[in-house]
């Protein structure tokens, strides 16, 4: 069965400083990678994805991924957070082509707090 | 705006209580997902329908049902409600139902509908 876990659950940092969260995943047939970032009070948004082809994938709001394939990661990266980063992220991963279902199976999340 | 309506945003109720939570899902789209949100769980995939039918089925209790009617909304089902269903529930679309060519797989939440059970 498909898993994912991500490492870090709470993290804070102050603005301007780098952000990297921690996913990794087990599956091991071909996947499709997502980041979703949920802000206080609403709903799911997809930030990036990965389905083939560059393992670099940039999202909105300068957010950016890296899929590992040898480690089972992908791993979400920004230079710089901004106080309105302050949210919720989660990681998931589907099936990929050929797959039964596109449900996504989610990481626990991991909660970001952006001081100013 | 995500294209997926849910209704209603916010429901108390009391335990034993029934009750039905709706999703429209974004023009187009086949499939609808049934996600329960809560602290000490996360994200639970409770269950699929696509075009009509069922297609995947996760953590669901058996005190938890689903549909998906010809147009296309879906209803959630919960019964026997127990303090401990409180969550959100979130509702997501996407255009296919499976990981096909030509579909990306993305889906489109919801705003949830947070239930509370008394």
């Known amino acids: 069965a498909q898993s994912v876990s991500q490492h870090n659950h709470h993290v804070i940092l102050s603005e301007a400083a780098s952000l990297e969260l921690g996913c990794n995943y087990s599956?091991?047939?071909?996947?499709?990678l997502f980041w979703y970032v949920q802000y206080p009070g609403q709903h799911l948004q997809l930030l990036l994805k990965?389905?083939?082809?560059?393992?670099l994938v940039k999202g909105i709001k300068g957010f950016e991924a890296e899929f590992i394939k040898s480690k089972f990661s992908f791993n979400l990266r920004k230079p710089s957070v901004q106080w309105s980063d302050t949210a919720e992220y989660f990681c998931?991963?589907?099936?990929?082509?050929?797959?039964?279902?596109?449900?996504?199976?989610f990481g626990t999340g991991t909660l970001l707090a952006v001081q100013p | 705006d995500s294209g997926v309506t849910q209704t209603p945003k916010h429901l108390i109720t009391a335990t034993g209580q029934r009750v039905t939570l709706r999703c429209s899902p974004r023009?187009?789209?086949?499939?609808v997902y049934w996600y329960q949100q809560s602290l000490d769980q996360g994200l639970q995939f409770l269950i699929q329908?696509?075009?009509?039918?069922?297609?995947a089925k996760g953590n669901i209790l058996e005190r938890f049902s689903a549909q998906q009617f010809p147009d296309l909304h879906s209803e959630l089902n919960l019964s026997s409600l127990e303090l401990g269903d409180s969550a959100l529930y979130f509702c997501?679309?996407?255009?296919?139902?499976?990981?096909?060519?030509?579909?990306?797989?993305?889906?489109?939440f919801g705003e949830g509908s947070r239930l509370t059970v008394l």
């Open positions: 599956y091991g047939g071909t996947v499709n």
């Open positions: 329908y696509y075009n009509g039918e069922e297609r």
């Open positions: 997501a679309s996407s255009l296919g139902g499976s990981g096909r060519a030509g579909n990306t797989g993305e889906l489109f």
């Open positions: 990965y389905f083939s082809g560059d393992p």
């Open positions: 998931a991963v589907n099936a990929g082509y050929g797959g039964a279902t596109n449900k996504l199976i």
């Open positions: 023009s187009g789209d086949l499939s």
